[in-house]
């Protein structure tokens, strides 16, 4: 029995040595030109606009294929310098881990003059990561009562 004990306690170690941690973050996506989306202008009410919340909020990486988890929200409200158009845009970016724009876009808010869709625009960017919907990180994970029941039920058919 303890040798079967030490078997079930070395593959229980082994198993909780998998058990990672995944930090996703759920964010409103829309976009309103001119005021033609009113639910994503502001003054923005959340509690209306549960269809534009995405969860976890997935995007695009510089130079890589696919969709990965977002770490922060996004919402970025400005006009564009060639024709006067107001552009509110909600979404959700990544940081790389790198120096570049894209990332750095992310890291800190601001207010200026930026490039989007090829075009100037002159507004603030304004990001989070302090909450969903913005928008609190949310910890997802393996739940350890899956781990540990069948080993205990091992233990007690013993």
Known sequence: MLHRFKDITIALFTLLQCVTY?????????????????????????????NMLEGPCMGGRKGRDGLFPATSCIKMAGVFDDTGESITVRGCGLDSGTATTDTEIIRMSHCGRFYYNDRYVHGCLQSCNDADACNSSNTEYLALINIIVPFISLLVSS
């Open 22 to 50: 995944v930090h996703t973050i759920d964010c409103f996506k829309c976009v309103s030109m001119n005021g033609q989306f009113p639910p994503c202008d502001d003054p923005f009410h959340n509690n209306h606009s549960l």
